[in-house]
């Protein structure tokens, strides 16, 4: 997944006005934005099966995915 | 030693509600309003925070859980709230939590609902909100698979906006009017204040209701009112057991239009008393009416007749009958007559309507032919709800109002409006048919007339082309209100004689 993906942190109670944007209720959340559709994955991702169905990938080895955010 | 501090209210602005609240909603708090579907939850919370940034300069927040933001100012434009512009204005912050059926949500691990609030925070300080609602609460359990996280989290909430110092109003729906007050335990961290709003099937009509459930530490009045949800006002609670007697009176008398009922009454009908005309069917109430809306416009008195009964081409051809000019009366404006079908809606409207209708013409006098026709289309309860919303609001007035009740028996007897309205009504006057010798005639009478004297005799009236002629006392009979009347005359003896033409009275 390294260098295959963008991923953007954003700390919300600092910057409510972006999760007012991508109407995020719970943190921590993921959102995978592209491909289509939208995914939004909640919680500490400690499911990492529910993970890589979110993300619509499989594990090649654990270790990328992590990397990954 | 201080006095103890009184919890503050904060007014609503929704009408009535302000009344049975004892001044409004606790400042500073937040209320849960449960209801079933339908129940008018939303558009009394919408209403709330209409209100006060258009009446009270006090910004607000949506929260809506449930309908996309678009969908709700959609629904509320019809009341002529233009929340679009409000937003625009800066006056107005939307929080959209609503779930987007075309996201998927995926649980993988734990979470919180931080984002959430810190949303409504923001939302809360960039408006400087002082209101803010929750629409519905209910529909956030569903997207989130641990229930108890969704309690807590709202709990966490709810403990933000009460340090943020903003009054809250919480919907949640209910799956009964009768029961728990609401799903998901969600009343049981915010059970402070508690509103319940119930919409029953009361004689094959929706009636509205807004209870208080509690307030704590606040008072407020107790049990059930009415509401009506229309277009030009929103929300109104009727708080009809909540007015207050405080209506002045005067001495000034009016002509009831017939000169010998005025000389019974001892000089005409007081100027803020209620008349309720009660007869059989055929007795002339509608007659009784339009001599006194008749009296009214020769006196140069602006008039309101509310007919249930026969349409306005009707009454007013009827009324030509007699002497009166109803079209030349409402070109005058002194007039304006109003035909409604009592089953055109429920009581409850009903009131509120015939209210505007006197707010918007005000008139000296009312007339209501017949009271008793708005029996027909509710229960018991609701039609004294209605004849005490509508008996306060004239004499608050100081309207003098006229109202006519048709008895269903011919001879005798009473009805529901007779024995749920003598006690408010001032004056009662009785029309009965009085069978005398195998003859139909009629007997009326001043039962009762508050503060005045009044003749108390049973006179005989007749209706004829000049309209209604009131004779002398029936003597020697008794029993006329029973309708079993008995004759007594002294003359018996003699008037049997000349009926059967028999000697008797040399023996």
């Known amino acids: 997944m390294k260098g295959r993906c963008d991923v953007e942190i954003i700390d919300v109670l600092e910057n409510p006005a972006a999760a007012e944007e991508d109407k995020i209720l719970a943190t921590p959340t993921l959102v995978r934005k592209l491909p289509e559709p939208v995914r939004k994955i909640i919680g500490d991702l400690s499911d990492l099966e529910k993970v890589y169905i979110g993300l619509d990938v499989t594990p090649s080895g654990s270790s990328t995915v992590r990397s990954g955010q | ?507």
């Not at chain 2, 512009?85 to 107005?92: F, Q, T, W």
């Not at chain 2, 109430?285 to 008749?294: D, S």
């Not at chain 2, 008895?407 to 005798?412: A, C, D, E, P, V």
């Not at chain 2, 139909?440 to 003749?455: D, P």
């Open chain 2, 1 to 507: 030693m201080t006095t103890p501090k009184l919890l503050k209210k904060l007014e609503t602005g929704i009408a009535g509600l302000d009344e049975i609240a004892n001044g409004g909603l606790p400042h500073g708090r937040s209320t849960l309003i449960a209801g079933t579907a339908g129940s008018g939850k939303t558009v009394m919370a919408l209403q709330f925070l209409y209100c006060g940034i258009t009446d009270y300069d006090e910004n607000g927040v949506l929260v809506t859980f449930e309908e996309t933001p678009a969908d709700m100012m959609a629904n509320v434009a019809s009341f002529g709230w233009n929340l679009e512009a409000l937003v625009e204005a800066g006056k107005l912050a939307i929080v959209d939590a609503a779930p987007d059926p075309s996201e998927d949500i995926i649980e993988a691990g734990g979470h919180d609902l931080a984002a959430l609030m810190a949303r409504i925070e923001r939302a809360v300080r960039k408006v400087g909100a002082q209101r803010v609602i929750l629409d519905a609460v209910g529909a956030l359990f569903p997207q989130f698979s641990d229930a108890l996280l969704v309690r807590r989290e709202l709990q966490r909430i709810l403990a933000g906006l009460r340090l943020l110092g903003v009054t809250t109003i919480i919907n949640l729906e209910r799956t009964e009017d009768e029961g728990p007050v609401g799903r998901f335990g969600v009343e049981e961290f915010v059970a402070d204040n508690v509103l319940l709003v119930r919409n029953r099937l009361d004689m094959e009509k929706r009636r509205r209701t807004i209870e208080i459930l509690k307030f704590r530490g606040a008072t407020h009045q107790k049990g059930e009112y009415p509401f009506t949800i229309d277009e030009l006002d929103g929300v109104t609670v009727l708080p009809l057991s909540a007015t207050s007697l405080q209506q002045s009176s005067s001495d000034l008398r009016h002509s009831s239009g017939v000169p010998e009922l005025d000389e019974m009454c001892g000089g005409g009908i007081y100027r803020d008393s209620i008349i309720l005309v009660s007869g059989a069917t055929g007795t002339g109430k509608t007659l009784m009416v339009t001599e006194y809306v008749k009296a009214a416009i020769t006196a140069g008195q602006r008039v309101l007749l509310i007919g249930a009964e026969e349409s306005r081409d009707q009454l007013g051809r009827n009324a030509k009958a007699w002497g009166a000019d109803f079209d030349k009366a409402e070109e005058d404006g002194l007039l304006k007559v109003i035909c409604r079908y009592p089953e055109v809606m429920g009581l409850e409207d009903h009131l509120l309507q015939m209210k505007r209708d006197i707010r918007e013409f005000k008139p000296t006098r009312i007339a209501v032919d017949s009271l008793s026709a708005f029996e027909r289309v509710s229960s018991v309860k609701s039609f004294r709800e209605f004849v005490i919303g509508i008996t306060g609001f004239i004499k608050e007035q100081q309207i003098t109002g006229l109202f006519t009740n048709t008895t269903s028996m011919l001879i005798g007897g009473e009805s529901i409006t007779e024995t749920h309205i003598s006690t408010i009504t001032d004056s009662i006057i009785l029309l009965r048919y009085v069978e005398l010798f195998g003859e139909m005639r009629r007997g009326l009478t001043v039962l009762k007339m508050r503060g005045t004297w009044h003749e108390k005799e049973i006179r005989e009236y007749v209706i004829d082309g000049n309209g209604m002629s009131i004779k002398g006392p029936f003597k020697g009979v008794h029993g006329i209100l029973s309708g079993m009347p008995t004759y007594s005359f002294t003359t018996e003896a003699e008037r049997m004689e000349t009926m059967f033409n028999i000697e008797r009275g040399s023996s």
